[in-house]
C-alpha cells in the first residue's frame, strides 16, 4: 500500500502565492504524479501532470502560472503557485501512478484547501 503525504495550501490573496507538495510514501515506481482540483458544485478537474522523464503538461487556464516539478529519489511532487487568482480556489489532490508489485496502480492524497480571496 502507498500513502500520499500531501503538505501545503492555504488561504491567500489574489495575486499571491502557494505551493504544494506531496510525498509517495511506499514501495511503488512512480510513472506520472499530478494535481487535481475540485471547486464547490464542480466535477475534479486535472491541473498540472508530470511524467517520470519530467515531461509536464498543464491546464490552459494555469500555464505560465503554476509550475510542477518531482524529485524521483524522493517520490515526491510539487506544485508552484504564482498569481493565484480566486478561480484557482478549491480542494487540490494529489495524483499517483506507478508500478507496484507487477501493476500499475493509482492512488490520490487526502486533498488539501487552496482558497484565493479578492
Known amino acids: 500500500q502507498v500513502h500520499l503525504v500531501e503538505s501545503g495550501g492555504g488561504l491567500v490573496q489574489a495575486g499571491g502565492s502557494l505551493s504544494l507538495s506531496c510525498a509517495a510514501a511506499?514501495?511503488?515506481?512512480?510513472?506520472?504524479m499530478g494535481w487535481y482540483r475540485q471547486a464547490p458544485g464542480k466535477q475534479r478537474e486535472q491541473v498540472a501532470i508530470?511524467?517520470?522523464?519530467?515531461?509536464?503538461g498543464y491546464k490552459d487556464s494555469v500555464k505560465g502560472r503554476f509550475t510542477i516539478s518531482r524529485d524521483n529519489a524522493k517520490n515526491t511532487v510539487f506544485l508552484q503557485m504564482n498569481s493565484l487568482k480566486p478561480e484557482d480556489t478549491g480542494v487540490y489532490y494529489c495524483y499517483v501512478k506507478g508500478l507496484q508489485s507487477g501493476e500499475i496502480r493509482e492512488y490520490w492524497g487526502q486533498g488539501t484547501q487552496v482558497t484565493v480571496s479578492s
Open positions: 508530470i511524467t517520470r522523464v519530467f515531461t509536464t
Open positions: 511506499g514501495s511503488i515506481f512512480t510513472t506520472n
